[in-house]
């Protein structure tokens, strides 16, 4: 079996395993409209997490905190800017795509040019997008609605599948194919695992990375004004909820914080079985204690995964009962008297 399927069709059975339990604790749990519904928030945590699978794929303990800023300014741009017409819904995503790109370029000149770390950077940027938001709305106060044909893209459903979940699946084959096929992916990569070799071949490492943060803002831009469509209207702090949730995916699909590694496929279905994890805590009362000890043991618990895969773990844990070679015996000093002295 190709070794990149392993962790996608771990995640897909875990994901099946859990819709089986929540349906013998819950009859109606693995209904269609139930599992429309969970794919449909799926497909919104599956591009936030598609955000930080780019930002952390390039190295540098790269990370993307600004995510759920970006998210929100492209959701209040994007709506002020349709106004609840259908009509300048093109132009409200462009604008907010555009919106999103120039956040992200900045975070990227921030990392890959005055070598700010990436968390340091993205949360300033995080900041200053947040305040700008809340001084741009509070002076303009612009429509926060969204276009009737927005929420049918973003909300509706067609033939029993939701119709976002068809743009996660589009967006998902562009970014498999550029993440893992295409020459600028495989520079990305490159820069990820090691940058100075990458350099040495020809890649520009930094404009890589400032590409992969401005790709990582528009994305975020887009996902906010989608998430506009899907509640019906824009406001402050739409995007908040995926920060963190997105850096948890990206690590439970298999990207690592040092880079070089974008398997975006095992992203997708880590989206999938943490939406259904969620679902199923949500379902069976579970309060928030024991739903962030389960998200924190289910993280820790692919982070060994990963460590088992590279053999580091096993080498962890039994380096210290393999016997130790011993040592050459020392003569004592009477010994090595009576060697120099011949007797």
């Known amino acids: 079996m190709n070794p990149a399927l392993v962790r996608p069709l771990l995640l897909i059975g875990i994901s099946i395993l859990l819709l089986i339990v929540g349906q013998i604790l819950l009859p109606g749990f693995l209904n269609a409209n139930q599992v429309a519904n969970q794919l449909k928030i ?6 936030f997490g598609l955000c930080q699978t780019i930002v952390m794929a390039a190295g540098g303990q790269g990370l993307d ?14 709506a002020a800017i349709m106004h609840g017409s259908n009509g300048m819904t093109p132009l409200g995503g462009l604008a907010a795509i555009g ?12 990392v890959a040019l005055l070598r700010i770390p990436p968390l340091v950077a993205t949360l300033a940027i995080t900041s200053v997008v947040d305040g700008g938001v809340i001084v741009g709305v509070s002076l303009v106060q612009p429509s926060n609605a969204a276009s009737p044909v927005l929420v049918t893209i973003s909300g509706w459903a067609t033939a029993g599948v939701p119709n976002i ?3 996660w699946v589009v967006l998902a084959t562009v970014a498999i194919w550029l993440l893992s096929f295409s020459a600028w992916g495989r520079r ?19 404009d890589v990375r400032i590409g992969a943060y401005a790709l990582s803002g528009g994305l975020a831009a887009f996902a906010g004004f989608m998430l506009t469509g899907y509640v019906g209207q824009a406001f402050y702090g739409l995007g908040d909820p995926y920060i963190l949730t997105s850096i948890v995916i990206a690590a439970v699909g298999g990207v690592t914080l040092a880079g070089g590694r974008a398997p975006y496929l095992g992203v997708a279905c880590a989206a999938i079985m943490m ?3 969620v679902s199923l805590l949500t379902a069976i009362a579970i309060g928030e204690a024991g739903r962030q000890i389960i998200f924190g043991a289910t993280l820790l618990g692919f982070l060994m995964l990963d460590r088992c895969m590279k053999g580091q773990l096993h080498k962890a844990l039994f380096s210290g009962l393999r016997p130790r070679s011993r040592a050459a015996p020392v003569p004592a000093p009477s010994t090595m008297t009576n060697l120099r002295s011949g007797g």
């Open 165 to 167: 979940v068809l743009v």
């Open 42 to 47: 799926a497909a919104f945590l599956g591009i």
């Open 99 to 110: 919106a999103g790109l120039i956040v992200g370029s900045v975070n990227g000149i921030g």
């Open 65 to 78: 905190l600004s995510v759920g800023a970006t998210a929100t300014l492209g959701g209040i741009l994007g």
């Open 188 to 206: 990305l990569t490159d820069t990820g695992a090691n940058a100075m070799a990458a350099l040495l071949s020809g890649t520009d490492t930094t």
């Open 275 to 277: 939406t259904v994890l």
